[in-house]
């Protein structure tokens, strides 16, 4: 019989190298190790985290979020629930993760060498067009924002941002609420099948149904119009220069 000490580094040794404790002094591949009998979690993970979060994704945009829950997830995957609990430890841990993926997905197109408008413009309508992607996510993003992964974004942005640091909340501020309030309003619609806009009686209200008749540009186009807008907002408020 091996030490203590040289029976734990023996164990160390083995799982380098991908083998598995299934009794006293037998290892099997770890590939091969079978699932602990009973209700229990099995010894070793069936599923990979990332596998676990697509699946979930995928499930979300087809039934909604409602029907997120970690039974169904596992079912997707064919394996039982507490497979998922290696990865997440309930479901909110999986409704968060969702969430990060998600806002990674929104930073996968920036330019290079953009301009700090451009660059702007670029993420807003990348952020509107992931969350009509993925309509369903709305109330997650809302609850599970991720905001601690967003401070390597706030901190890029500001790098190169033309106003002075006293403006920089502002500005932050400004861009993230037009953003995510334009792409989380119009997911909502789209989840439930609503249009954005009402269809409007003329006579009631001839102002707006002529702003309408006369805007022939896409939802997106017009979204973009309104970041222009804003962005004039800060040169002619913050700026050395007047809006062209």
């Not at 209700?39 to 909604?64: F, H, M, Y």
């Not at 997830?73 to 841990?93: C, I, M, T, W």
């Not at 060498?113 to 369903?136: F, K």
């Not at 861009?175 to 609503?194: I, M, P, Q, R, V």
């Amino acid at each position: 019989m091996l030490p203590i000490h040289m029976a734990g580094q023996s164990r160390v040794v083995m799982a380098s190298v991908g083998l598995m404790p299934i009794g006293k002094g037998k290892y099997l591949p770890a590939s091969q190790a079978k699932r602990k009998k009973g209700p229990g979690r099995p010894l070793t993970p069936l599923i990979t985290r990332e596998t676990a979060i697509q699946v979930s994704i995928d499930l979300l945009d087809r039934k909604g979020l409602d029907a997120l829950t970690v039974q169904a997830v596992a079912r997707e995957l064919g394996v039982q629930a507490p497979s998922l609990y290696y990865h997440f430890k309930n479901r909110d841990e999986l409704l968060h993760m969702i969430a990060r993926t998600l806002l990674v997905e929104v930073g996968q197109g920036e330019r290079p060498g953009s301009t700090w408008e451009e660059r702007v413009i670029d993420l807003a309508v990348a952020t509107r067009r992931v969350m009509l992607n993925h309509a369903h996510a709305g109330p997650l993003m809302l609850r599970f924002f991720p905001r601690e992964l967003m401070l390597g974004a706030y901190e890029r942005g500001l790098s190169d941002c033309p106003y002075p640091p006293e403006h920089h909340l502002a500005v932050l501020e400004a861009l993230e609420k037009l953003t995510y309030g334009k792409a989380l309003f119009d997911a909502a619609a789209k989840a439930h099948d609503h249009a954005a806009m009402p269809p409007v009686d003329a006579a009631r209200y001839p102002l707006l149904a002529a702003a309408l008749a006369r805007t022939s540009v896409t939802d997106e186009a017009l979204f973009v119009e309104t970041l222009q807008v804003l962005l004039d907002g800060f040169k002619f408020r913050y700026g050395k220069g007047t809006v062209q």
